[in-house]
């Protein structure tokens, strides 16, 4: 009864985490507004919010929470589902190469000024491109290393890319920085059907991530086909990351940083640390965007640069305590 009792406070943990980072960073910034009518606004209710300000409640800062919500989400949830396929806790979309192509392919997809829908089509090609790369060179080698040398590569095609196209510099510039600047909902809802497809089949399979766990030979034994599996995780995974990338840019160490943490507290069962990751990388990620609007402010740092701040000594501490398994 101990671990369903851990599991149940926890998710309840979550989902306050979320509802806390969704009312403090709409009612935190440049303009600070009263936490108790920023949440009656939110609620629908009656509150002492002008219109003005009403108006910077569901306009301007409630869409940029929800996508840091989702764009956190995704990637947390894909960095530990890419760390149940691997057996490795020091795998994520940044390190494996995924984050990379996805930027690949958005950023061609800016340069040649595609339609905004087409963007993480086109990010979504490069990251499932990059993955399937990584796996394939590092399963006789070292992982993160092929996923180093992926992301390396992929830089470089980027570069390439944007020298042919000096005009788009800017705008892909600020992008890799990562940021969650919104035109009203227009990205939430673009990032929207992705993250849902990305959330039923990887949740949906979490019990398959125990399994795999054990190894390819147990795991058939049980009735389970892995490299099925793991296809499918992978190409759910990538999804979710390459349709947050299109939309935040690229974002580091959130997929590294929450899944392990969460893995510290409830232990080893993707069952539960799946649902955990997902809820608690929604929060971390909006809480960074409200540290990297308000830390400066009236200027604003770009989030990758605050995720890197805490992610960087995260992964060190990682890679000095932990004993990776490479496949």
Known sequence: MKPARLSFWWLGAGVAAVLAALVLGVALGPVSLPLKDVALELLGLDNNLNPREAAIVTQIRLPRVLLGLLAG????????CFQGVFRNPLADPYLLGTAAGAGVGATTAIAMRADDSLVPIAAFAGALIAVISTY????????????????????????YVLQRNVDTIREVYSWLLGRLA??????????????????????????????????????????????????????????????????????????????????????????????????????????????????????????GVVTAFFGAPFFILVMRTTKAVSL
């Open 182 to 303: 919104t035109h009203g909902y227009a990205e939430v809802k673009t990032l929207l059907p992705y993250a849902a497809v990305t959330m039923i089949v990887v949740l949906a399979l979490r019990r398959e991530l125990d399994v795999l766990s054990v190894g390819d030979a147990e795991a058939a034994t049980l009735g389970l086909h892995p490299q099925r599996s793991r296809l499918i995780l992978l190409g759910a995974a990538s999804l979710g990351t390459a349709a947050a990338v299109a939309v935040s840019g690229l974002i580091g160490f959130v997929g590294i940083i929450i899944p392990h943490l969460v893995r510290l507290v409830v232990g080893r069962s993707y069952r539960q640390i799946l649902p955990l990751s997902l809820l608690f990388g929604g929060a971390f990620l909006a809480l960074a965007d409200l540290a990297a609007r308000t830390v400066i402010a009236p200027g604003e740092l770009p989030i």
């Open 136 to 159: 394939l060179l590092g399963a006789t080698r070292n992982l993160i290393l092929a996923g180093v040398a992926i992301s390396s590569f992929l830089t470089a095609i980027q570069t």
């Open 73 to 80: 989400s995704m990637l947390a949830l894909a960095g530990g």
